[in-house]
């Protein structure tokens, strides 16, 4: 049977976890915490990028320590009732083998994405769950900033770094050893580079190409290995000088950039590039039918259009083109620019809108567009009031700052 | 089998706890053992050859059923009807014949769910009850009324249950001797806390006139074992203990 061998060799032990001593360090002191007693932050928020050890850290915690552990994953339906239900229940309640003495760690994976998949109040449970608990709670997420604040507060947050080609490497050679492959050093260092950090991504590719022959040579890599977005410029300018529909599909995929992202960067820069009017527009054209298909495949969820998404949007800029091109520097798109700009604000936004929404029965979308300037003109208006309003909903104090600079706009 | 009552009881009770569960069909008979999704609550259902009027396993199968869907199937059994279960291998499903007045036949296609081997937990409990199911159950009740969890107590005087919240509280005695109270052997005072909800699920299983056996222990799982098919079978639960906060 087939077996990955990132479960294979999965760490049991905290001391075999690669490379993040400082983290596990600080994840044990918390849990030698919770063995005497429900600690002032009763869950650790993991956070840190792909592959660097987040679920493997919380997984060979429980093991250490004896607890018993349950695990609830994002594509479980992580709605308001089954997040109390399943995880409440096991926050409050002692173990069936140990009864009351024993503890049970409660691992909510992806805990950075549990809002945006059902907007049902997701959150609320967990802080809910958090207040509760008396149970260790560990929750996992790449991206910190996706998390309420009232949520990070009540966390012990620790950072995992992205691991060092070094010590990737070192962890293949590892593997590699146990299951009697010979490979080539440089080919190693070739995965461990590529990887950019992620361990399991790296074993993975170790793997792929190893798989069956026993040896890991050079040559058999140049297939597997990810284009990683510091070429994207790179990539793109192989885009728009395609001379093939073909070649220019295949430069896209490789470029490991969903295409809702990567229309972003060809339509900033594609119809620059055309010098013939006409070219422009037949470019514009090709680039907002793929438009369409992207949003089509968002709303509907189905990812199946994507792949015509992207046939337009790759072959379209470099086929349709008659004309020169003018050779200019690429740029970054806008709306990118924009939206790391705006990027304070809008979680500013958002989670006042959360707030309002919980208070007032409605959608969060409803409270933005039509709460929130009416909330900002007594905030700024009315201090008495302001204050109970801020109070009722428990804004932060950028929150409320937030909600009086609304008016101004 | 001439009794669908045992099925569509046991499966009405276990239905709340777990979503899906992997049977396992062998000579002796049928068995089943899980956890629910929070692992708090274990199940183990053990209902014999015996039990049924004819029984015939060729060879050892795990069935993994998806329990909301039996017991929909389950909830069309008529009392006076009697049940057959079939497993066609070739396309994966079980099949359930109620025969009456008339044969009416239900195919359940099964899932893949992985065979678990839970050890049963051992533990030294301090005190066993033998309790009729009615007063549990009114007991329980009377616990919704005020609060979430119920707390279980068993000592030289009696057998008692009871809960809190709000200000509110209510508490139930079974004392010493009484009629309700089969069996009382305390070998250590005993008391615990649970969620009332998980024992109410449990006691749908329960025939209302049937002893429950309780085992409990000082912040231990409590343990209820509830007699089926006429005391040739077994169901029984097992709940861990609320930890209870300062």
Known sequence: MFSPWTEKYKPSKLSEVVDQGQAVKAVMEWARGWERGKPAKPALLLYGPPGSGKTTIAEALAKEFGWDSIQLNASDKRTFEVLKRVAGEAATTGTLFEGAGGRRLVILDEADNIHSRSDLGGYRAVREVLGRTTNPIILIANDRRAIPSEILNSCLQVNLRRLSPQSIERALERICEMEGIEAEPLALKRIAEASRGDLRAAINDLQTSATGKKRCAIRDLALYLRDMESNVFQVLGGILHASSVGEARRILWSLDMPPDEAIGWISENAPLLAKNPLDRARIYEALSRADIFLSRARRKQVYGLWGYASDLMAAGPSILRDGETVSRRLQVPSSAIAYRQTRGERTFRESVARKVASRCHTSSRVARKHFLKYLGVILKHDRKRGRAIAEELELTEGEAEYLKSVVDL | ?246
Not at chain 2, 80 to 98: A, G, P, Q, T
Not at chain 2, 99 to 120: A, C, H, Q, T, Y
């Open chain 2, 1 to 246: 089998m001439s009794d669908t009552r045992v099925w569509k009881t046991c499966v009405g009770a276990i239905v709340n706890l777990i979503e899906e569960a992997a049977f396992k069909f062998t000579g002796e008979g049928v068995r089943m053992r899980a956890m629910d999704p929070s692992h708090v609550a274990l199940v183990d259902f053990d209902l014999p050859a015996k039990a049924f009027d004819e029984y015939e396993v060729s060879k050892p199968v795990v069935l993994g059923i998806v329990l909301v869907e039996l017991n929909k199937i389950m909830s069309r059994a008529k009392s006076e009807d009697s049940l057959i279960l079939e497993f066609e291998e070739e396309k994966n499903r079980l099949s359930l014949v109620f025969k009456g007045r008339s044969s009416r036949r239900f195919n359940l296609p099964l899932v893949d769910i992985k065979e678990s081997e839970l050890p049963e937990p051992k533990l030294q409990f301090g005190a066993t009850v033998r309790v009729l199911g009615e007063i549990i159950q009114d007991g329980l009740r009377d616990a919704e009324v005020v609060g979430d969890t119920v707390r279980f107590e068993a000592n030289e005087s009696g057998f008692f249950m009871y809960s809190e919240g709000d200000g509110r509280s209510v508490e139930l005695k079974l004392e010493k001797g009484s009629e309700a109270l089969a069996k009382l052997e305390v070998r250590q005072p005993s008391r615990a806390m649970f969620n009332v909800k998980y024992l109410s699920d449990m006691l749908k299983a329960a025939d209302m006139k049937d002893f429950i056996t309780i085992n409990l222990g000082t912040d231990l799982p409590i343990k209820l074992d509830f007699p089926i098919a006429g005391g040739e079978g077994r169901l029984s639960f097992i709940l861990a203990p609320r930890i209870e906060s300062e």
